[in-house]
Each structure stands twice: as C-alpha cells, then as structure tokens.
C-alpha cells in the first residue's frame, strides 16, 4: 500500500535559529511543512553510508516509512541503497553534494551541489524534496529553491531517545545516528502512531 502525504503549512521554530530577519536562518512560509495524514515521518539525513543497510532493515521490521535526505557524493558511492530505498517505499531528498553549509559557500556553488544531487536523485524519482544542511536557507535560496520547483521539508523534532511525539511529526535523525538506539526511537514512532 502507498501511502500519499499531503503536505501543510505550520509555523516552525528550530534551536538557534533567530528570526525570519536572519539573512541565514530565514524561513519562508512557503516552506515550512507538516505531515498531515495521521503518520509520522523519519527522516534521516547524511547518507547513504554504511548503516543505511540496517535502518532499511529495521525500517521494513517495524513496517514504518521514511524519507532519506541524501548526499550527492555518497549517494554515487552506493547507487544499489538508493534503488532499494525506492523500492522498499521510502523517499529520496536532496541534502546537497558535500553538505554544503549557505554560510561557507555562494549560492551558485550551492545551487550547482543541489542541481548536481538532483540529477543522481532522478533516476530513481521525480521528488524535488529538499533539506538544507544544518536548516540554514536564506532568503535567496528560499526563492530559487521555489522557482525551480523544490519543496523545503524541515522537521519538527529532533531525533533524541526520548522524543514527544505528536501525529504529523517530522522527526530528524541521520544514518551515522548510535544505531543502537534505533530501536529504541522506531517503537517510539510505532506506539505514537497506534
């Protein structure tokens, strides 16, 4: 079964961020999103790399869907990952080719990393999801990201052990996380979505 998200608009605030004045930590409302159809969302960021085999796995054992904001110059490493992340039903998100922070790059070297890692991505998908390294996005990019027909998927929680979670729920952990904890974090997910 698929299931379809529909996406919402909900007022966001994240840790650090200072206000929509913040030429760095700009957040446009055209961007900030919520799940709205009774599920929670995953999202793990920074792969694929060498764990992303075993959340996979215990993705399908607690039968949860996720979304994986990838890495262009990892993803070329383990095109296989990206396939089975497809067709297990999951979702492919680009999180730029090196990671690449808006404060240490220009915004064409940044646009050129996002265009690069979407070209990877659309073998396997036609998701323009986007999720920019460490939340940072500036008004500029903001606009470019829209005009070139990208969505802005942020999170509402953060990936710690012990997390409150809530129905519509996008919740940010990464494939170098303690997969040790993992467990832990996924019968979270499964109680608050029974």
Known sequence: MIRIFIIILIPLLLIGCQSNNDPINYFSQNHMYKMEDGTILPTFDDGPNENTSYILDKLKE????????IIGRNAEKYPEIL??????????????????????S??????????????I???YTILKWFRPPCGEISMEMDKWLYDNGYTVVRWTVGGSTSMDLKLGDIILM???DNMSELD???N???????
């Open 62 to 69: 607690y039968n949860i869907k996720a979304a994986f904001f």
């Open 83 to 104: 396939q089975r992340i497809v067709n297990e039903g999951h979702y492919l998100g680009n999180h730029t080719y090196n990671h690449t922070r808006i404060k240490s």
């Open 106 to 119: 220009s915004l064409f070297n940044l646009e050129n990393e996002i265009i690069q890692t979407q070209n």
């Open 121 to 123: 991505i659309s073998k």
């Open 174 to 176: 990464h494939d170098h």
């Open 184 to 186: 832990l974090k996924l």
């Open 188 to 194: 979270q997910i499964k109680n608050a979505m029974n």
